[in-house]
């Protein structure tokens, strides 16, 4: 895909829309000078040829466009309400208490909290279709016709199964489902959840964890592809700094320290903590996106990757992940036949690191001999300040870098 005049827009479930939307239609908006900071028109994006859109969203899924664009990081100002397409006014209410509560207790972004919604809707509005009405509340409300609620929602889900594409949209739709289920047994507003089991009726596979990471050839034409300087911050975020797609996405000057010779990025909280990444390779590139940035808009935010269309000031991961496939698929770059993920350049970093690693120790054999030692680790640890080390490693990380973006 990426020609409009070439997609099935009827055949694309939402996660595959979403998809389409952040690997092709913002790319083509933003191409065409469109300001992605502030949600897009519809006549914007009919003008770039993707009119298609809405007709599909408003048939198959049930959405208006500016709905749809909520679930991709533009919120629509205008409304707080949403449409569920469902007339059962229990299970509306149920539904929206739900959604409320995953959004006020859970944590999660606004965009996954509107995607959550869209597929409980979807599923709402696929049970009344197939069985008349979308009494979904009141026929968990004791035990008596279990059997037959459960062959209900097994009817839903071989809809599901049929219609959706992929196993990962299945198991995102029956997660959702699930948790709504187990709201309302948590609540005492259900006798059971009748989904609890249908998962082992289908084969769904979410996919190994792919593990595998880019090649120091596939990463240099990545880099050598990167039209612009956000793109190469980009690959250099992911590939030749290690960070994940959600650290790029926020990235803040104020975390950069960049005028001293240990040139990095700190971390007040990460993953596993407080902590520092070394800018071993790339600040030059680091510097010209921030002096771009200042520039051109005197009331910069201070995000590497500004929005002005999200509450948090900046991108999201998940637009992280598919402008990296995005370049990857004009760069030409495969892992195992499909465009790689951000987590791959993360990969790279690492598996990189591991051979700048070994090529120290390797370095130290000699001086190992000469001390009795069969083991160079000894040498590292015993006879190295942890400043020699922390050197002696960035100097060969920083030449395998140099390898990979350089050639």
């Known amino acids: 895909m990426g020609k409009a005049e070439q997609i099935n827009w009827s055949r694309m479930s939402l996660e595959e829309l979403q998809d389409y939307w952040n690997a092709y239609i913002e790319i083509d908006l933003e191409r065409n000078g469109?300001?992605?900071?502030?949600?897009?028109?519809?006549?914007?994006?009919?003008?770039?040829?993707?009119?298609?859109?809405?007709?599909?969203?408003?048939?198959?899924?049930?959405?208006?466009?500016?709905?749809?664009?909520?679930?991709?990081?533009?919120a629509d100002p205008a409304s707080d309400s949403y449409t569920w397409g469902i007339d059962d006014k229990t299970t509306i209410d149920e539904l929206e208490a739900f959604v409320r509560t995953i959004d006020r207790r859970r944590g999660l972004a606004q965009s996954t909290v509107n995607t959550k919604q869209a597929?409980?809707?979807?599923?709402?509005?696929?049970?009344?279709?197939?069985?008349?009405?979308?009494?979904?509340?009141?026929?968990v409300g004791d035990g008596s016709n279990r059997q037959e609620e459960i062959q209900r929602l097994l009817a839903v889900f071989d809809a599901f199964h049929r219609d959706l594409e992929s196993d990962g949209s299945k198991l995102k739709y029956y997660g959702d489902v699930n948790q709504f289920?187990?709201?309302?047994?948590?609540?005492?507003?259900?006798?059971?959840?009748?989904?609890?089991?249908?998962?082992?009726?289908?084969?769904?596979?979410?996919?190994?964890?792919?593990?595998?990471?880019?090649?120091?050839?596939q990463v240099r034409r990545l880099y050598e592809a990167a039209d612009d300087p956000a793109e190469k911050i980009l690959v250099l975020g992911l590939c030749a700094w290690g960070l994940r797609r959600n650290e790029v996405a926020s990235l803040h000057h104020s975390q950069l320290v960049l005028e001293t010779d240990d040139p990095h990025i700190a971390f007040e909280n990460r993953k596993n903590g407080p902590g520092?990444?070394?800018?071993?390779?790339?600040?030059?590139d680091l510097v010209a996106r921030i002096d771009w940035l200042s520039g051109r808009d005197r009331d910069w935010n201070g995000y590497v990757f500004p929005s002005r269309a999200s509450n948090s000031g900046h991108i999201i991961g998940g637009t992280v992940?598919?402008?990296?496939?995005?370049?990857?698929?004009?760069?030409?770059?495969?892992?195992?036949?499909?465009?790689?993920?951000?987590?791959?350049?993360?990969?790279?970093?690492?598996?990189?690191?591991?051979?700048?690693?070994?090529?120290?120790?390797?370095?130290?054999?000699?001086i190992a001999g000469e001390q009795g030692s069969s083991d160079p680790s000894v040498v590292l640890n015993n006879y190295l300040s942890e400043a020699e080390r922390r050197k002696y490693r960035r100097d060969f990380m920083r030449e395998r870098l140099s390898e990979a973006f350089e050639g």
Do not use: C
Not at 181 to 201: C, S, T, W
Not at 276 to 284: E, Q
């Open 34 to 74: 469109i300001d992605l900071n502030s949600r897009p028109t519809y006549e914007e994006i009919t003008e770039a040829g993707y009119s298609g859109i809405a007709y599909a969203l408003r048939r198959h899924h049930n959405m208006t466009l500016s709905q749809f664009l909520a679930t991709v990081g533009y």
């Open 321 to 366: 992940q598919s402008r990296f496939q995005t370049l990857a698929d004009r760069a030409d770059v495969q892992v195992g036949g499909e465009l790689p993920t951000s987590k791959m350049g993360r990969r790279f970093w690492y598996t990189t690191y591991l051979k700048a690693q070994k090529q120290l120790l390797e370095s130290l054999d000699v």
């Open 276 to 284: 520092t990444v070394a800018l071993l390779y790339g600040v030059d």
């Open 119 to 139: 597929r409980l809707a979807q599923f709402a509005r696929v049970y009344e279709d197939i069985h008349g009405q979308a009494d979904l509340v009141e026929r």
């Open 181 to 217: 289920y187990d709201h309302l047994e948590r609540r005492a507003k259900a006798a059971f959840n009748p989904v609890a089991g249908i998962k082992a009726e289908y084969n769904w596979q979410r996919g190994d964890p792919n593990n595998q990471p880019l090649t120091t050839r």
